[in-house]
């Protein structure tokens, strides 16, 4: 039973992949808007957490419309 536990704790202490630097941001976001990429496939190419890549564009979204 405790096998199971730490395969659950791996996985969740993996879901998070921390930070994006800069030069990553940009490129997810100049890519995600060309239409041509999913958020997979831009942390497949940047080497970086999908979560990374969706918090970055969420982030970009609120900037463009104003709410910063």
Do not use: N, P
């Not at 997979?40 to 969420?58: I, K, M, N, S, Y």
Request: contains cysteine; glycine residues 8%.
């Amino acid at each position: 039973m405790l096998q199971l536990a730490d395969r659950r704790r791996l996985r969740s202490a993996a879901a998070m992949s921390g930070k994006m630097d800069e030069l990553q941001a940009q490129a997810a976001v100049i890519l995600w808007k060309s239409g041509h990429f999913d958020t997979f496939d831009l942390a497949a190419v940047l080497g970086v957490g999908e979560d990374a890549v969706c918090r970055t564009l969420q982030a970009a979204r609120y900037l463009e419309r104003g709410l910063a």
